[in-house]
T-cell receptor
């Protein structure tokens, strides 16, 4: 299975951008890059996903390196509600095509 | 739109008792997944269904665990007999297609299970 590597934790101030890195050097050509987050006492929540091109949605932006071996989730203006564990997961193609394999993720703390 | 609905939200029971967790997936979703989350092991996939048929149950810990999906709008995860080490948060998720197409999974809020 293609693996991902994320920092254990990151801190941010409210209203500032947050850049969450993810390394996936063994990604295959058909693997999608998914980001989920889990707020305290809730189930994981889909944030964004992409294949090759950068992606934007109402929650965040996903910047994918040209060689696809790394990606960055960007929260443009962090709010207290964005404090959560963020998971970077590869799916499809060369990875398990149905299983979301959650690692330890990055714990994001937002300071008021 | 209603999301994935799980019940109960919390369950506390004594060792040896039968436990039944319930899940209603999002209407129209063909895939249903059961996950378990513990501090030690994180989030693990237990079993998943496609069109009500179990496809992969390799994550089910042992024979005490069973899951069924009698129709497209309902699934159960049963533990009999329950043991303290089964204490965890159990999540149900559904998806319209499999992840090869990049489709996200939608999770319920989970059932927090405590076996005394």
């Amino acid at each position: 299975d293609a693996k991902t590597t994320q920092p254990n934790s990151m801190e941010s101030n409210e209203e500032e951008p947050v850049h969450l890195p993810c390394n996936h050097s063994t990604i295959s050509g058909t693997d999608y890059i998914h980001w989920y987050r889990q707020l305290p006492s809730q189930g994981p929540e889909y944030v964004i996903h992409g294949l090759t091109s950068n992606v934007n949605n109402r929650m965040a932006s996903l910047a994918i390196a040209e060689d696809r071996k790394s990606s960055t989730l960007i929260l443009h203006r962090a709010t207290l509600r964005d404090a959560a564990v963020y998971y970077c997961i590869l799916t499809g193609g060369g990875s398990n095509d149905y299983k979301l394999s959650f690692g330890a993720g990055t714990t994001v703390t937002v300071r008021a | 739109d209603a999301g994935v609905i799980q019940s109960p939200r919390h369950e506390v029971t004594e060792m040896g008792q039968e436990v039944t967790l319930r899940c209603k997936p999002i209407s129209g979703h063909d895939y249903l997944f059961w996950y378990r989350q513990t501090m030690m092991r994180g989030l693990e996939l237990l079993i998943y269904f496609n069109n009500n048929v179990p496809i992969d149950d390799s994550g089910m810990p042992e024979d005490r665990f069973s899951a069924k999906m009698p129709n497209a709008s309902f699934s159960t995860l049963k533990i009999q007999p329950s043991e303290p080490r089964d204490s965890a948060v159990y999540f149900c998720a559904s998806s319209p297609w499999d992840l090869r197409t990049g489709q996200p999974q939608h999770f319920g809020d989970g059932t927090r299970l405590s076996i005394l």
